[in-house]
């Protein structure tokens, strides 16, 4: 999702879209909301809309709908192909001859599968180049609080 990068990282295309919901380089850095932040997906105007399904906003998630978000991130993860289709059940789980696992490397030292992997599982640059032992708690808190 574009509010995982920063302002100099998000293509023209999102900066534009984030121009309509009212950002500014500075308020995008500082995670600030904007007056239109404010609104209900239905009272947004169309162009609105249109700028927060750019930056991977939903009506569910910019309206917070709990359960429409998390049936969502299912819906999502459910359509991606799994990774390991094709690989034999007797393949090693690691590198035997790589004994480097990917958690030592920043986002950008890894491969474009491992980000893609580490996408999947919700992790963006931001969070893996974050405090991940504190995303994980959060992401475990999360779960917790949805069963």
Request: glycine fraction near 4%.
């Amino acid at each position: 999702k574009a509010w995982d990068y920063s302002w100099a990282e998000l293509t023209e295309a999102q900066r534009n879209a984030a121009l309509i919901l009212e950002f500014d380089q500075g308020m995008w850095e500082a995670g600030l909301k904007t007056p239109a932040c404010e609104l209900s997906w239905d009272e947004m105007t169309e162009a609105q809309e249109d700028a927060a399904a750019l930056l991977g906003w939903n009506k569910a998630t910019w309206d917070g709908n709990k359960d429409n978000v998390v049936e969502d991130q299912v819906n999502d993860v459910a359509a991606v192909e799994d990774p390991l289709d094709g690989v034999p059940d007797s393949a090693p789980l690691e590198d035997e001859a790589n004994d480097d696992k990917a958690w030592d490397y920043s986002w950008a030292e890894l491969t474009e599968e491992q980000r893609d992997a580490a996408t999947l599982l919700g992790w963006s640059k931001a969070t893996w180049d974050g405090d991940r032992e504190k995303v994980v708690e959060d992401q475990v808190d999360d779960v917790a609080a949805v069963q």
